[in-house]
């Protein structure tokens, strides 16, 4: 078995970068790692790459593959409009327009391969950390799951969150959400 865990990036301030609250929740976010890597790759956008240095990792790669995507770009007018209207996030509203769905799991598939291309350069029993963006590791992550529905993986992978997807060989043998306790 391989593993390549990936987390959203932590949260953003006004410009392209962290918070410091962002840094601080990606600090807290190292309790989720596993104590070794083989591997560290970020998306190129600073939020990402200012991610994985607050969880410790000084020395990795970027891989355009992991770089922000909206997975339902092409039907964002009408998905942030049903979002609005039902008052839930727009990636909820993504289950309910068919052809909405169909492209949303499309793009998970693509960003799928991209995890297994990365599985491939893994030794046996080998770790990568990613960071990555939001929208499309729900969307790849739910491909791990019986009824690719948002409710399976608990809903919207937050802020310095992550999801481990487990391959057996090139076969995605499953997935385990990691998340940081909320705060009380």
């Given amino acids: 078995m391989k593993y390549v865990e990936v987390f959203r990036h932590s949260e953003r301030g006004e410009g392209k970068g962290l918070s410091e609250a962002g840094r601080e929740l990606a600090r807290r976010a190292r309790a989720l790692l596993a104590p070794h890597y083989d591997l560290c790759i970020s998306s190129p956008k600073e939020r ?12 990795y790669e970027m891989d355009e593959a992991f770089t ?12 942030t409009k049903l979002a609005h209207a039902r008052g ?4 909820a509203a993504c289950w309910e327009i068919p052809e909405v769905l169909a492209y949303l799991r499309m793009q998970g598939e693509t960003f799928l391969a991209a995890l297994r291309r990365v599985s491939r350069r893994l030794p046996d029993e080998g770790r990568a950390l990613v960071v990555s963006h939001g929208g499309i590791l729900e969307a790849a992550a739910l491909l791990g799951c019986p009824r690719y529905e948002l ?3 608990g809903g919207e992978i937050g802020f310095s969150d992550g999801v481990v ?3 057996d060989g090139e076969k995605l043998a499953g997935i385990e959400v990691k998340r940081l306790p909320k705060d009380t």
Avoid at 88 to 91: S, V, Y
């Fill in 68 to 79: 922000a995507v909206n997975p339902w770009a092409p039907f964002d007018t009408q998905v």
């Fill in 151 to 153: 409710g399976e993986i």
């Fill in 48 to 59: 990402a790459r200012e991610t994985l240095e607050a969880l410790g990792f000084e020395r």
């Fill in 165 to 167: 997807f487990k391959f």
């Fill in 88 to 91: 839930i996030i727009p990636l």
